[in-house]
């Protein structure tokens, strides 16, 4: 009998184990698609920017480097999503990939928003949005964290997001609206 | 009041005679089904737009609610009108199938629908000639993007071929039209970088393999220049179709890409390369061609070769050697073949006009040598044959000091081609290169005679009798 229980809670174990190891390996599948598609957004904007370096910038470029990176980051937000669902809100790296691409998407918004007041608003949206999945994290905030890449801008080398909202949102015009809204 | 009662009667009679009106959707959609499965697309389309009138009344049926079917009924629907489409290449029915799939990937966000509205729009651009709509590639993108993930992230066969068609549009989106530049090619040249990447997590069979590297160095060559790489690698292509089969139209394609391959080049490097290839083809068409244009097409490629040769100069640095030497060889050549053709097109009435015409062209090489001559500004594969040619130039025009001076450049330079000095002459020549100074003898010796030359004539009449007497040899080995 003993050695029945015994079985089958050795089977029991085993089975926990292997969705365990299941589920971390979904997790780590996960994490390295969230990086690849990050490394795809980063790439996305640093092209937008040579192209905007030049005097020829095409709108309908432009346009279509919105939507692409847009595509990508949509991806970065439906894996996170998934994630938060299956292990909580616990999940640093995530947040983390999943509000830079935000905050890059909200900048590329920015790129545009002069002639597409719509793009404003979407990159405020955006921007409130990255801040609010760091809302009640304790750690140090998304903005002043060093960024696991370089982003080159001309001949600028950016590590930090805080650096290149200064430089691309000069008149604060994001940090305005993101207090207007809590105002 | 009767005739108004007779009137709805017939009516509904009508109404309910019309086809699909007393079936369900049901019965309607497993029909669509089978008639797309066998091909019948017309039948498919009529089907679908009977549902979707039966959805839009008041009371539907139930069916219309249910995602599955009604994404499946657009899917047929866009599917088919791409099929009519395909047959009938009436562009309404491609925006119809266009429409279709976009509402069915509104209803369900299926990345193969995605992959295929977007091929259909960037199919729609290149066909209406509208390079700035990217909307295709933008959709077709997500769709990879989708189906890569659905596959758990790794590129399937299927995948592989979809990212080749993607390949294939973006390019040919970016020289959409061919003779503007809508756009600036840079997310065109983007997404071939990115499609050749996403191809490239997975082993290539070599043929893929060779395709996809082929396009990612087309993307990003000359400055990202994908536009211009497309021409370039066409012009190439043409070129090799020209060469089999030297005829006008041919040369016209060739031409054509080529110089679009110019016109859309970034890099001086490429601009000269361009002008080098023109010039090259155009010789071979006026030597080779059918039915050809000789004056024009020497003209025209005496034209580009001085184009070519103006930024060697302005640019030295930025062009390569081997470039540098093949532009001189071309522009070199163009000048002898245009001289020669003017030097033998001379008629008994316009000879001297012909003649200082060939002269006039000639001179464009030539520069003041510092001792009262003239030289070539620089020396060419072949270079000698034109000092040789501006000689006979020289002697019929009457034209005692430049025939002379070339004759004498031509002797010199055959001389230093060969590795030989005059002792050497009388010793080591070998039959061969004996036959060929003995020309450039025989034209001196021409030309000595006739302006009086007496001491010329006195040094050269042993160099003559050595050289005749060693050619000869080879006649008769030849002849052997």
Redesign the interface.
Same mark, same amino acid.
Request: net charge positive; charged share 25%; proline share 0%.
């Given at each position: 009998m003993a050695y029945r229980i015994t079985l089958i809670l050795l089977f029991i174990f085993i089975c926990w184990q292997n969705s365990l190891l299941s589920q971390s390996m979904i997790e780590t599948k996960f994490e390295q698609q969230m990086v690849e598609y990050e490394v795809d957004v980063v790439r996305c904007y640093n092209e937008l920017q040579k192209f905007l370096d030049k005097y020829d910038r095409n709108i309908v470029e432009m346009i279509a480097f919105e939507n692409l990176l847009s595509i990508y980051v949509d991806r970065i937000l439906e894996i996170y999503n998934t994630m938060e669902r299956l292990a909580g809100s616990s999940l640093e790296t995530y947040r983390g990939v999943a509000a830079r691409a935000l905050i890059f998407r909200s900048l590329t918004y920015l790129e545009r928003s002069r002639q597409a007041p719509e793009n404003f608003e979407k990159a405020v949206n955006d921007y409130k949005h990255a801040l609010q999945l760091y809302k009640t994290s304790t750690t140090i905030p998304i903005m002043n964290k060093k960024l696991p890449y370089e982003v080159w801008i001309g001949r600028k080398m950016y590590s930090r997001l805080a650096d290149l909202l200064d430089d691309k949102n000069k008149d604060f015009n994001l940090l305005n609206s993101i207090k207007d809204i809590n105002e | 009041m009767k005739k108004y009662v007779l009137f709805a009667l017939i009516f509904q009679i009508w109404i309910i005679a019309q086809p699909g009106f007393s079936q369900d959707v049901r019965s309607l959609y497993d029909k669509v089904r089978t008639e797309y499965e066998s091909a019948n697309f017309g039948t498919v389309v009529n089907l679908c737009k009977q549902i979707i009138q039966r959805c839009e009344q008041n009371y539907p049926d139930a069916e219309c609610r249910y995602t599955d079917v009604m994404k499946n009924v657009y899917r047929y629907k866009g599917f088919s009108e791409f099929r009519i489409y395909s047959q009938e290449q009436d562009m309404d029915q491609l925006e119809e199938a266009i429409n279709s799939l976009i509402k069915s990937y509104e209803l369900y966000g299926d990345p193969e629908i995605s992959f295929n509205y977007g091929y259909m729009q960037s199919s729609r651009a290149i066909k209406l000639k509208n390079g700035?709509?990217?909307?295709g590639?933008?959709n077709a993108?997500?769709g990879i =993007?989708g189906l890569y993930?659905r596959d758990?992230?790794t590129v399937s066969n299927d995948l592989l071929n979809k990212l080749k068609i993607f390949i294939q549009q973006a390019v040919e989106i970016s020289i959409t039209p061919p003779d503007s530049a809508?756009?600036?090619g840079?997310?065109t040249s983007?997404?071939i970088r =990115?499609g050749c990447d996403l191809a490239r997590k997975r082993n290539l069979a070599n043929e893929d393999s060779l395709f996809f590297n082929v396009y990612y160095r087309r993307a990003i060559d000359d400055e990202y220049n994908l536009r211009g790489n497309e021409w370039r690698a066409r012009g190439f292509e043409a070129e090799q179709l020209f060469v089999n089969n030297p005829d006008d139209s041919t040369y016209r394609v060739c031409r054509g890409y080529l110089e679009l391959a110019l016109r859309f080049a970034k890099s001086t490097q490429r601009k000269a390369e361009m002008l080098k290839e023109l010039t090259k083809v155009a010789l071979y068409m006026e030597k080779y061609g059918k039915n050809t244009r000789r004056e024009t097409e020497l003209q025209y490629a005496r034209e580009k070769a001085s184009q070519a040769y103006t930024i060697l100069q302005e640019h030295h640095t930025d062009i390569p050697r081997d470039l540098e030497n093949e532009i001189k060889k071309v522009y070199g050549n163009s000048i002898f073949r245009l001289v020669d053709y003017y030097f033998s097109i001379t008629t008994a009435k316009d000879r001297m006009n012909s003649f200082y015409h060939a002269r006039r062209i000639g001179e464009e090489l030539l520069v003041p040598d510092g001792q009262g001559g003239l030289k070539q500004k620089f020396s060419w594969e072949g270079y000698e044959d034109l000092y040789l040619k501006l000689s006979d130039v020289g002697y019929e025009l009457g034209d005692e000091k430049f025939a002379v001076d070339m004759v004498d450049k031509a002797w010199k330079a055959i001389l230093e081609i060969n590795h030989i000095t005059i002792p050497q002459i009388y010793s080591s020549v070998n039959p061969q290169t004996a036959k060929e100074l003995l020309q450039f003898a025989q034209v001196y010796q021409q030309i000595a005679e006739r302006f009086g030359l007496q001491s010329v004539l006195h040094w050269l009449r042993p160099i003559i009798k050595t050289l005749s007497s060693k050619s000869y040899l080879t006649t008769k080995q030849g002849g052997m």
């Open positions: - | 700035r709509d990217l909307n590639l933008v993108w997500r =993007l993930a758990e992230w809508f756009t600036t840079r997310f983007f997404m =990115l």
